[in-house]
Every structure is written in C-alpha cells, then in structure tokens.
C-alpha cells in the first residue's frame, strides 16, 4: 500500500473516465459509431483504474489487479497521451 501507487491508480481512474465522459459526449453531437468503439475502450481502462485502486488500498483482496508502480506509470503515460491527443484534436 505504498501511497505513490495509490495516487497513481487514482489518476489512472479518474483520467480514463474523463475520457470516457469526453467520447460520450462527442457521439451525442456527431453520431459516429467510431466513438462509441473509443468509449467502450475508455470504459474498459476506468474499469481497470477502479480494480487496481481498490487493489492497491487493499480494501478488497484482488491480488490479480495488484500492480507494480512501473506498470502503473506506464498506464498513466499512455493515458496521459490519448488524453492530449483528443483534447488537441
């Protein structure tokens, strides 16, 4: 329960559900079935994200979903691109 790993689950959810409300939102203005396959995948990442924190709190014991900080940091670097990519696109 190191709190570095924790932190990052958080912001590992919080960011992939972000995107998830982004993509919902652009496919109730444009109505391209392409995001809903970008949500769907957005969905499955905050899904993720909430399994590794209640993971890594230790709330529950799920040790399958209990990551290393590195994983977790690479997770979040990838989020942390899509993110910008769809902002500034």
Do not use: C, H, W
């Amino acid at each position: 329960m190191d709190p570095l790993d924790i932190a990052l689950a958080a912001i590992l959810a919080g960011l992939s559900f972000l995107l998830l409300l982004q993509m919902l939102i652009a496919y109730s203005r444009v109505r391209n079935s392409k995001l809903i396959l970008l949500a769907t995948g957005f969905a499955l990442f905050f899904v993720e994200g909430l399994l590794v924190l209640i993971a890594q709190t230790g709330a529950v014991s799920l040790p399958a979903f209990a990551m290393s900080t590195e994983v977790l940091f690479l997770n979040l670097l990838v989020l942390v691109f899509l993110y910008a990519g769809t902002v500034k696109g």
